[in-house]
């Protein structure tokens, strides 16, 4: 879908997917999401091939933990609990083994809280799309629009 994003849009439907039976046949796990319009005029359309992902189990820290509220107060009470070695590199190691534990089970809560919020936001902006197919925005549609976008790019920064 295209729109000119005005007071008045003009929209229509470019973008097109041709499947036929054989397709459909080799690849039935396939499918195909309209995203919302964020960054353009246009819907981008996500492909999902419908092959499992594989997941690494490595530990990665990720930049935008620092920017969570509380990080700092896990990292912190991690570190900070007893363990059975008294000093040395044992120690270390073991407190370095227990902080990544305690951030890889965080990680995954504040990883659930993201994607629910990112979700929220885009919800909204596909059902003004939805509304906007059909009739013209008004002008509190319009600016809620607009704060869900720099939402959805704060959200996207962190």
């Not at 036929?20 to 499918?31: M, Q």
């Not at 195909?32 to 594989?54: M, N, Q, V, Y």
């Not at 509380?70 to 073991?94: C, D, I, Q």
Request: charged letters at 30%.
């Amino acid at each position: 879908m295209w729109c000119n994003l005005r007071a008045h849009p003009s929209c229509t439907r470019l973008d097109r997917v041709l499947v036929n039976h054989l397709w459909e046949d080799a690849f039935p796990l396939c499918s195909l999401k309209a995203r919302p319009r964020i960054c353009s005029d246009h819907s981008p359309l996500i492909f999902d091939g419908g092959e499992p992902h594989t997941s690494y189990h490595h530990f990665e820290f990720e930049n935008w933990w620092l920017l969570c509220e509380g990080f700092r107060e896990v990292v912190f009470e991690a570190w900070w609990l007893p363990t059975p070695f008294s000093k040395g590199a044992k120690k270390v190691a073991f407190k370095l083994k227990w902080v990544k534990q305690v951030l890889k089970r965080w990680s995954r809560d504040q990883r659930s809280n993201r994607h629910n919020s990112k979700s929220e936001i885009e919800g909204a902006l596909r059902d003004l799309e939805v509304k906007e197919e059909s009739s013209v925005l008004s002008e509190e549609d319009r600016i809620r629009r607009a704060n869900l976008k720099t939402s959805w790019f704060r959200w996207l920064r962190m």
